[in-house]
Structures are given as structure tokens and as C-alpha cells.
């Protein structure tokens, strides 16, 4: 059995003997997977750039395309008005330049059941293609430089203060990451097929799941306690005893 932090919910879970592990060999993606991605950087969005086509270019050639970086302007959607063959612009779309860092998440909701392809015909493809919702997870190697994790907040969520983060040990972590931070505030869709994910070949036990779902629903619904059996409120508690104690 692998050993976890003291002061993480995976430590106290195993102590309490809720569960006998935590994350569990797995060679397919499924929920409760913990796959790697290039993921955006969330505070990047908020301004993010926009590719200005330069010239109409060649309607023959798709291969190439002359563009400008510049800052998104909400209110001019037709910042990308010229028509480039190898990228053309849809009405009221503009093509998003963004920082994107490969990092693990959790996939927290599976792609669901495809559309029957009679329910396709005729319909674009981003219509019915599938996805997966995941969390990223942040390292917190770095705490205290430049960039990195304030240890006062890092302090903050060890204590559960906050339900939109989670203190987790990950089954690769390294001396460099010996913790990061699950992130539920940044769920965002990654296709669930294709080059964009890469699976790390571990995913969370069947019951390490139900406790995160209790963390999610208490972050979804803000409420203290909304999981039905008390699970998460009594190792919750326990934790924030153990914090205490310690500091």
C-alpha cells in the first residue's frame, strides 16, 4: 500500500481504513483516470490573443496562411475578417492563441453514449463528438518561487478551507512534486478520443472516486456536507484535528 501525506484526505482515508487504496493500475481511460494534456492556463484566458490575418492569401494553397498576433477584442468579432484558404473565418468565431502547460488531470465524467449516426447525418462534427471532463492538477514543488504556490494558501488548503481545491498526492510524484493541487474550478472538456490526451495508466479506486464525487458535490453545491452518508464531513474533521494538533 502506497503511503500518503498525513495532512491529505488520501492519508486520512487510509488511516481510517475507508479504503484500501487510493489509485489503482488501469490501462483503459474511464472515469476516475488520470490522464496528461496540454491544458490552458486559466488567467491567460481571461485575455487571450487572436491570430489577425495579414492577407487574403492563395485560395489554391491550404497549406500556409500569413497571420499577426494580437490581443482579443470581445467587441470586434471580426478581427479576423480576411479570408486565408488554409484557415477561413466562421461568422461570429475567431481563431485564440493561448499558454497551455502539459500537466495531469482527473477525468471526472466519461464521453457518454454517442448519438446513433442517423442523429449525425447532416450535423457538424462538434455537434455529437465525444468528450471527457477533467480537472487539472497543479504541482506545488515550486512553493515559495517565483510563480509558485504561496505556502500560506498552500496552508489553507491542507485545512479544507476551500472546496474548489483538493491536497492530493499523485502515484508519479517525485521529490521535485511530492504534492499538487486538484483544481475543480477549472473543469474544462478535452476530446475524448484522438492525440490530445495521453493516459498515465493509473486512475483513483472505485472508492476513492466516491469520495472525490462528495468533494465535487460540495464544491458544485457549496454546502458544508452534501454527501448523504458523512463520510467526507468525519474525515474532514478528522483532518482539520490533525492540522490543528500540528500547528
Known sequence: ????????LQGIALAEEVLSEWFVPSATIRRGSVVWAHLPTVSVLDEPYTMEA???GDPEDHSKAAYAIARHRTEDPDTQARSVAAMPPRPD????????RYRP???LAGPGRAPDES???GGASWQHAQSLIVAPYYGVGRAGFPGGWDPRLIDAVQACEFPQYMWESLPFADEDTPCSILRFDHLLPLGARGPSIQ??????SDEALDLV???LGWFLSGE???EADGTLDLLRGILLDELDSGS
Open 54 to 56: 495579414l492577407e487574403h
Open 213 to 215: 464525487d462528495m468533494w
Open 224 to 226: 458544508q456536507t452534501p
Open 1 to 8: 500500500m502506497t503511503d500518503y501525506p498525513e495532512n491529505s
Open 119 to 121: 442523429l449525425q447525418a
Open 105 to 107: 488531470a482527473l477525468v
Open 199 to 204: 493516459n498515465s495508466e493509473w486512475a483513483l
Open 93 to 100: 468565431e475567431a481563431h485564440c492563441v493561448y499558454r497551455a
